[in-house]
Nanobody, 123 residues
Framework: QVQLVESGGGLVQAGGSLRLSCAAS????????MGWFRQAPGKEREFVAH????????DYVDSVKGRFTISRDNAKNTVYLQMNGLKSEDTAVYYC????????????????WGQGTQVTVAS
C-alpha cells in the first residue's frame, strides 16, 4: 500500500520561506508523476505544482510561479515544494499526491494523498 507523508509546514511571516517534503513508501516512486495541492478553509482543493517522473518537467498554478519550486529525489522517495516569498493568500493545508492519469490540474487525476500539512502565513 502506498503512503504519502507530508512535513515542513508551519507558521511564517509574509515574505518568508518554507520547504515542504512528501515522503512516499513503496519501491516504485520513480514511476509516478507527483503533484502538490492546497486547500484553504471554505475553498476547493487547488492545484499548486506538478513534476514528471525524472523531474525534468514541472508546472505551476499562475499564482505561485516564480515563488514556488517543486523537485524530487527519487533515491529518497521524496518530493519537495520550496516556497519563497510567501503571502497571506498561500495559507492553506498542503497535500502531495500521486498522479494516475488524466489532467494533472484536477484532484480526480490522483490516486493516493498524504494527510496534509498546514501552512499559515501571517501578514
Amino acid at each position: 500500500q502506498v503512503q504519502l507523508v507530508e512535513s515542513g509546514g508551519g507558521l511564517v511571516q509574509a515574505g518568508g520561506s518554507l520547504r515542504l517534503s512528501c515522503a512516499a513508501s513503496g519501491p516504485t516512486f520513480s514511476n509516478y508523476r507527483m503533484g502538490w495541492f492546497r486547500q484553504a478553509p471554505g475553498k476547493e482543493r487547488e492545484f499548486v505544482a506538478h513534476i514528471t517522473r525524472n523531474g525534468g518537467t514541472t508546472d505551476y498554478v499562475d499564482s505561485v510561479k516564480g515563488r514556488f519550486t517543486i523537485s524530487r529525489d527519487n533515491a529518497k522517495n521524496t518530493v519537495y515544494l520550496q516556497m519563497n516569498g510567501l503571502k497571506s493568500e498561500d495559507t492553506a493545508v498542503y497535500y502531495c499526491a500521486r498522479f494516475r492519469g488524466g489532467s494533472y490540474y484536477s484532484p480526480n487525476s490522483y490516486d493516493y494523498w498524504g494527510q496534509g500539512t498546514q501552512v499559515t502565513v501571517a501578514s
